[in-house]
Each structure stands twice: as structure tokens, then as C-alpha cells.
């Protein structure tokens, strides 16, 4: 089944303890994202990668760090979490074909920084 | 102003009536139009797509998208109860890469 795996679903920390969410696609797609989610705000773009070792800032880039290494990983790092980091993260891989793109998300990680 | 604006409802209709979403947006370049849908604790999920201006059907979804007044809208006929979720529109242009940027989501309820 194609799909995009993101851990853990739901996190609880402190303010400056560092922590990794996790992202892997099975659909060997280039293209990845890592989104944030806040009431009234929307889907905002925190990074994104174009293909292996190819990442760039999204709109919202302060505060966290990506990496890409291999094609199907993607994880997303706060090296120092602050409470203003508190929200549903998304992570997602898209296809693009002739007839546009379309985005495959994960479940989603509610994150808390207590 | 956003690039993409989207009421956030929420919207009740009850069942088997026509639900009406819309989004407005301000950036001409804009080419693909999409509507994902999100059920509470899930990801959102692909819709429905059209490319420039027209009209998509899709069962009992239909997107039309009118790109001389920047307007793009969702009908979703004999509305049922796991309809209820929230709909976020999306767009995207091939000159910005494709970027993909969301409406905040309107919260649907289809009341049985």
C-alpha cells in the first residue's frame, strides 16, 4: 500500500529537549515536505526536498532542521523546542505528472513543548 | 492579505442537501486547483484537481474553478454524514515549482 509513515503520532516535551519526528514514503517519490498545522493558520511549508541531499527552506523554517539521506526518509529535527513550537506536523511526498501534482500526507504528529 | 482565502466555518448543512465551499485568491499565475479533504486526527487526502478555468465532476463532487474573479468552489450533492470533515483547497503553479499553498480549511457538518 503506497504510503507516507510519520512517528511518533502524538509527542509531549520541554522546552530545549531535542527531538526527531520521523518521515518515510514507500512510492519512491522525489519530492518531499514537512508541514505544520494551526487553527486558522492553515498548512504552513516548514522545508522541503527536491531528491537526496537537495533540501530548502519552506515559509515557516525557524527552529527546525531536516535532512535527507536517503530518498524514502525525510525526518524533521528540533534541536531546541520552545512552546510556540506546539502544533500538528505533517509530513508529505508528492507526485508530479502531466495533469498536476498531488500531495500524499502522513497521519500527522500533535506535538506539545511544555 | 493571503494568497489564498478560505472560510473557516464552520458550515452545517443537514443531510442530502448541496454543501458549497469556496476559496478566493489573489495570484494570477496560479494553474492546478485542488481539494483535499481531512477527517479529524488524519492527513488530508487529494479530492479532486482541475486545471485552469472549468468545471470537474466526480460522483457527487464537483469543483468549478473561474479564474477571471480569482474564485474556485466545491458542491458536494446529497451531502451524508461522513462528509463531515474539514476541506481544504489548495493551488499550485508550475512557475513556482509547483508550490503548493492551502487555504486555512473550511470545517464541514452534515447533520443526519
Known amino acids: 500500500e503506497a504510503q507516507v509513515t510519520q512517528n511518533p503520532r502524538y509527542l509531549i516535551t520541554v522546552t530545549g529537549k531535542k527531538l526527531t519526528v520521523t518521515c518515510s514514503q514507500n512510492?519512491?517519490?522525489?519530492?518531499m515536505s514537512w508541514y505544520r498545522q494551526d487553527p486558522g493558520l492553515g498548512l504552513r511549508q516548514i522545508y522541503y526536498s527536491m531528491n537526496v541531499e537537495v533540501t530548502d527552506k519552506g515559509d515557516v523554517p525557524e527552529g527546525y532542521k531536516v535532512s535527507r539521506k536517503e530518498k524514502r526518509n525525510f525526518p524533521l529535527i528540533l534541536e531546541s523546542p520552545s512552546p510556540n513550537q506546539t502544533s500538528l506536523y505533517f509530513c508529505?511526498?508528492?507526485?508530479?505528472?502531466?495533469?498536476?501534482?498531488?500531495?500524499?500526507f502522513g497521519s500527522g504528529t500533535q506535538l506539545s513543548v511544555l | 492579505q493571503k494568497e489564498v482565502e478560505q472560510d473557516p466555518g464552520p458550515l452545517s448543512v443537514p443531510e442530502g442537501a448541496i454543501a458549497s465551499l469556496n476559496c478566493t485568491y489573489s495570484?494570477?499565475?496560479?494553474?492546478?486547483f485542488m481539494w483535499y479533504r481531512q477527517y479529524s486526527r488524519k492527513g488530508p487526502e487529494l479530492l479532486m484537481y482541475?486545471?485552469?478555468?472549468g468545471n470537474k465532476e466526480d460522483g457527487r463532487f464537483t469543483a468549478q474553478v473561474d479564474k477571471s474573479s480569482k474564485y474556485i468552489s466545491l458542491f458536494i450533492r446529497d451531502s451524508q454524514p461522513s462528509d463531515s470533515a474539514t476541506y481544504l483547497c489548495a493551488m499550485s503553479a508550475s512557475t513556482g515549482g509547483f508550490k503548493t499553498i492551502f487555504g486555512a480549511g473550511t470545517r464541514l457538518f452534515v447533520k443526519a
Open positions: 482541475t486545471y485552469s478555468s
Open positions: 512510492m519512491n517519490h522525489e519530492y
Open positions: 508529505a511526498s508528492r507526485f508530479t505528472g502531466t495533469g498536476g501534482e498531488k500531495l500524499f
Open positions: 495570484n494570477s499565475a496560479f494553474q492546478y
